[in-house]
């Protein structure tokens, strides 16, 4: 198998990379096992000084790093630009945090003195995303590796040459080699990294299919698991919602990253008597957006990742258009080479349809019309999923009662749906579990040792 860079925006190859043979696996296994130790019993404060040094050269080589990722997955650079920013600011958070987040805990009990100490697992395994290529690994890197675990990365088959970028700019600031390394393997080799007695975890951010292969496939050997998976977001606008202020939210919510992002609102559940207004001032919106050379800064529509993704949303669209969904702008892709599909809405959404059972991953937005707030809460929970949901009103009292009925890992008021390194993130139901950043994310892949004297 090859591992290609396909350009989105042209269609044109840019890059192949064979897949690792058994001997290249074989040794970087046998590197992160040997480094595991070395690199734990290094003091906390080099390990800091170290991801300082990553948020360093991060922000140096931005504009190369942005337009790695533009090329090979087809991000706005603006944003591509905001994702590597963001990337330096985990390992700084984490660089400044991990002191206080990996203290002992003292706790009374009948010993003399008991404490609960946090240390490594070992080596932790993570299978990674394209959507945010670099983020999506810094999230779980910087906590795993402060906390003196080592790392391997199986990225997404269609962003090479970012996976070895990040393992090329942790070797620049300093980090010993087999502390982290990129692993260019197949889903099949990466199971079989899974099994290896040289693994003791596995964090994966990618659908709700990939989510459970690799659950069985860790269960089956007792691997610790986190896992980040697919969201069909709830955004809910209540009566008295400020419109002026909720739709340009709602557009960014969705159309950021062309759509593709797990924690994107995904259903609008909106009451009946502001749906039309809405609705009126969500298309308006879509005018605006300009698709283009996503490395050019007027653009404001970037293509999806590859064509193949682009059919699969085409195909949910047209499903839900037959089952009585409304096509109020877009609905078809955009003509031209790349993979652009037009800013679209889909008016009157219910249960059953592709658009409120499924995950859109791209620049759809479904309507779902509600008669009152009860109606709204149970919309939102119907869904498989429960990564994050939002509340928008100016009664704010009353939008957080109703926040905290929505089934999900992260529900907020008044406010675009983020993850940010001082929160914990994840889901619960079929998005997964286990959380990433905050002290609870760096706790997941800690052994959590109970220490008694007497």
């Known amino acids: 198998m090859a591992f290609e860079t396909v350009n989105p925006t042209t269609g044109q190859s840019l890059k192949t990379f064979s ?66 920013e963001k990337c330096a600011w985990v390992c700084e958070y984490y660089a400044e945090q991990a002191p206080r987040f990996l203290a002992d805990e003292m706790i009374e009990s009948d010993a003399g003195r008991s404490y609960v100490a ?8 993570a299978i990674m995303p394209w959507n945010f290529p670099f983020w999506q690994v810094f999230r779980f890197c910087a906590p795993a590796l402060v906390a003196g675990n080592t790392a391997l990365l199986k990225h997404a088959s269609n962003v090479p040459q970012c996976a070895l970028a990040i393992e090329r700019t942790l070797l620049e600031a300093g980090f010993p080699p087999g502390v982290f ?70 557009v960014q919510s969705r159309f950021l990253n062309g759509g593709q992002s797990c924690i994107a609102a995904k259903r609008f559940i909106v009451m009946e008597e502001v749906a039309n207004e809405f609705v009126a001032r969500f298309r308006a919106s879509l005018e605006a957006l300009r698709p283009g050379d996503p490395l050019d800064e007027q653009t404001t529509l970037a293509p999806l990742a590859r064509l193949d993704l682009r059919e699969g949303l085409h195909r949910q669209v047209k499903v839900s258009i037959e089952q009585g969904a409304v096509a109020v702008a877009g609905c078809q892709p955009l003509p ?88 914990p993130f994840g889901g619960v139901k079929c998005s997964g579990y286990g959380r990433e950043l905050s002290w609870h994310g760096m706790r997941e892949f800690v052994n959590q040792k109970t220490v008694w004297i007497k």
Not at 186 to 207: C, F
Request: proline share 5%; net charge negative; aromatic share 6%.
């Open 181 to 250: 390394h990129t692993l260019l393997v197949t889903s099949a080799q990466a199971a079989e990294v899974i099994a290896d007695p040289r693994v003791q975890g596995v964090t994966l951010t990618g659908s709700e299919a990939a989510g459970r292969k690799v659950a069985e496939w860790a269960g089956q050997h007792l691997k610790k698991t986190v896992l980040e998976l697919g969201g069909a977001d709830p955004f809910i606008v209540l009566a008295d919602a400020d419109l002026e202020q909720t739709v340009p939210v709602a």
């Open 118 to 125: 946090l240390q490594p697992l070992g080596t932790v395994l």
């Open 19 to 84: 897949a690792w043979d058994k001997e290249a696996i074989e040794e970087a296994l046998q590197q992160a096992q040997e480094s595991r130790f070395v690199w734990a019993a290094r003091p906390l404060s080099e390990r800091c000084r170290l991801l300082e040094a990553v948020a360093q050269q991060l922000r140096e080589r931005k504009e190369d790093l942005a337009r790695l990722i533009t090329l090979e997955m087809g991000k706005l650079v603006t944003e591509a630009r905001a994702e590597i």
């Open 336 to 423: 031209g080479p790349g993979a652009y599909y037009a800013p679209s809405i889909l008016d009157r959404v219910q249960p059953g349809m592709p658009a409120f059972e499924e995950e859109l991953f791209g620049p759809v937005a479904a309507i779902i019309r509600v008669a009152d707030q009860a109606e709204a809460v149970a919309m939102a929970n119907a869904s498989r999923y429960g990564l994050g949901g939002s509340v928008w009103s100016r009664d704010v009292s009353w939008a957080e009662q109703l926040a905290l009925q929505l089934q999900c890992g992260a529900a907020f008021v008044n406010g675009l749906v983020k993850s940010d390194p001082r929160l």
